[in-house]
């Protein structure tokens, strides 16, 4: 286990060295998270320093657009910027095959919308995240669509979850999006994340999963033992 100031110090490593693949011009996908948070701070040192000033970030959620905002990091949306070079985002999972759980800041919809229009994925991590099987640190978000979202449960049982409405200060948790989140627990983790995947696209109301399946081009994760950089083969 790290205390917490290991773990920000950690974070602030991973940022660091996925920062290496920052080049000025480049149109990029700002993730959401605490990890991502330092990778701001990171691009904000950078351009205070007289580079990047023409990098431009397309954010995942409202809370990277205020973060940025604030730290004067040029922004767009996707629809202003469709063509992303390079997106930078945590995880809440990491398996051997950089398969990934995402989604426990509630921002998978758009983080995987921005994810899919990118050239490469980097991902930034501390070495918490990293297990053998997908499911057994976290449970798996699953974004519904509020309208009867009731019915969802029992489906998410069948397929061996135990799904648990995502609530806050007593409240369900709403999206930016304006969706709710069911937060799935697999008793012996996911054993066919694939499979489990497209049993989940095809059920109507299932806006999106955390499931980030084939799309991290890599993963840099932190750990007392330094920074490891894990590259997808043939992702470049
Ligand atoms: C938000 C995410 C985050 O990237 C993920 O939860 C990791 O966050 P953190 O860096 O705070 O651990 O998927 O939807």
Not at 14 to 35: F, P, Q
Not at 59 to 81: H, K, V, Y
Not at 99 to 116: P, S, T, W
């Amino acid at each position: 286990m790290h205390t917490t100031s290991d773990t920000e110090a950690l974070k602030r490593a991973a940022a660091e060295r996925a920062a290496e693949w920052i080049r000025d011009g480049m149109t990029l996908g700002l993730g959401t998270g605490s990890t991502v948070r330092h990778l701001l701070d990171v691009i904000a040192e950078h351009r205070a320093a007289g580079q990047w000033s023409g990098v431009v970030g397309v954010p995942t959620s409202e809370d990277t657009t205020q973060r940025a905002r604030r730290l004067g990091i040029p922004l767009a949306t996707l629809d202003e910027r469709p063509r992303i070079d390079l997106t930078i985002d945590g995880a809440d999972e990491v398996d051997p095959e950089l398969r990934l759980i995402k989604g426990l800041g509630a921002a998978l919809l758009r983080e995987k919308i921005v994810a899919a229009a990118s050239r490469e994925l980097v991902i930034v991590a501390d070495d918490t995240k990293v297990v053998d099987r997908l499911g057994t640190r976290a449970p798996l978000p699953v974004e519904v669509d509020p309208f009867g979202a009731a019915v969802q449960p029992d489906f998410l049982r069948s397929l061996g979850a135990d799904p648990v409405l995502r609530v806050r200060d007593g409240r369900p948790v709403v999206t930016d999006g304006g969706n709710l989140i069911y937060d799935c627990r697999f008793p012996a983790g996911i054993a066919d994340p694939e499979a489990l995947e497209i049993s989940l696209a095809l059920r109507a109301g299932v806006v999106e999963t955390g499931l980030f399946l084939g799309m991290a081009t890599a993963v840099v994760i932190a750990g007392s033992g330094g920074v490891q950089v894990r590259e997808r083969e043939g992702a470049r």
